[in-house]
């Protein structure tokens, strides 16, 4: 079982999202006050969730210059159950319509 429960997505909503960029999710995860940047290491930026379970309260973007988008899209699916975002905090923070 996963600590995350799987989001469904709309059709709209998961067409502006699956585009989404790493330097855009990194955006997102500095401007959302339950996540903290706790430290990088070479290319992994990692942030912290005090609110989460360990270890779950963790989770790392792998950012290199170049190549900025997700090429698996169950990976960024995965990443957005982690982060615990769902369409209408991601429309409060206008990032999506």
Known sequence: MEPFPRKKW???AWLQLK???KREMLRLLD???NWSRIGSSGSRICYRNPKLDRPFDVVAIHFHAGDET???P???KDLLDH???TEDSLRAQKFIR
């Open 10 to 12: 709309s059709h709209q």
């Open 19 to 21: 585009n989404t960029s």
């Open 31 to 33: 401007r959302d006050p």
């Open 70 to 72: 997700y090429r698996n």
């Open 74 to 76: 169950s990976l960024l």
């Open 83 to 85: 982060i615990c975002w």
